[in-house]
């Protein structure tokens, strides 16, 4: 069974139920393609074995271009990183359509066979993901229907829903890692004490569980209200939350968080490989900038 298959039964196509499909598999720091997936069914695609480049809603930076071709399209460019891109039997590549299809809607979604000669893969190494590689795009050829019958502002709002989602797989590796470190702080003792009964560690105790909060909040507020500048917020939030999370676990448990075999490497590195997952957050920055501008 592949990694896709794991984790198909337990996801939905509406917001509130992938939400909390992310926050379970993050709790457990679990590395699965759920962004990817939850985005295609956002989209309503029936997409095997997908996966999705480094974007966000904020897409200005497209470098693909989909040249029309007869009743088809030639993609030529450099899709960039690609979390789970080794291993996919799909990508969903943002391109510029050349002419544009519509004046004020020049881009478009394409659903390409990763598995074609003309899509070249080269692995990168990467913290925290799976099968990351750069993609290049060789003049591939695409029928008409490759081309997502999806408007390009539908791309766009499931592309910020997806970024919710990516949120909450943050929100709930906060959650998960701060659980281990009460865990181990309750448990580990120190000059005859739980070294969780020392003011400095309850300090950042409490300091996590309050960041912990702070992204959940921004989640539910981002599924009840799933605008840009909400699921903007709500990734910049999960980021910075997550990064310190991880962080602190890593503190708390001393040395032992130097193993790789052990939880705080694990939680680490999730995070890092999360957080630029649908938009790291200066890009999300930059958007809210432009929004607000």
């Known amino acids: 069974m592949n990694s896709w298959d794991e984790i ?15 926050r379970e598999f993050g709790s457990r720091a679990a590395v699965t393609p759920l962004v990817p997936v939850a985005f295609a069914r956002l989209l309503g695609l029936d997409a095997p074995r997908v996966a999705v480049p480094l974007i966000c809603g904020a897409t200005d930076e497209v470098a693909v271009r989909a040249f029309r071709d007869g009743n088809g399209w030639v993609l030529s460019g450099d899709v960039g990183a690609v979390p789970w891109g080794g291993a996919a039997g799909t990508l969903l590549i943002a391109a510029r359509t050349e002419p544009a299809l519509l004046a004020a809607d020049p881009l478009a979604l394409f659903v390409v066979d990763a598995e074609r000669p003309d899509v070249v893969r080269t692995t990168r190494t990467s913290i925290g993901a799976h099968a990351m590689s750069h993609v290049h795009l060789a003049g591939v050829r695409v029928g008409q229907d490759a081309r997502a019958s999806t408007s390009w502002p539908a791309v766009v709002a499931a592309l910020d829903k997806a970024t919710i989602v990516a949120a909450a797989e943050l929100a709930g590796l906060a959650r998960g890692a701060l659980a281990a470190a009460i865990a181990y702080a309750t448990h580990r003792e120190q000059f005859g004490a739980p070294i969780a009964t020392y ?18 909040l921004a989640v539910e507020e981002a599924i009840a209200h799933p605008t840009p500048q909400n699921a903007s917020h709500s990734k910049i939030i999960a980021n910075e939350v997550a990064h310190r999370a991880s962080a602190g676990l890593h503190q708390i448990n001393g040395g032992v968080g130097f193993y790789a075999d052990q939880l705080p490497p694990a939680y680490y590195a999730r995070a890092l490989a999360l957080r630029v997952e649908m938009g790291d957050s200066r890009a999300h920055r930059l958007r809210l900038a432009a929004q607000l501008a």
Not at 12 to 19: F, K, M, N, R, Y
């Open 8 to 22: 198909s039964a337990a996801l939905t196509g509406d917001l509130p139920s992938l939400a909390t499909s992310a």
């Open 199 to 216: 003011q400095a560690l309850a300090h950042r105790l409490a300091d996590m569980a309050i960041d912990a909060d702070a992204a959940e």
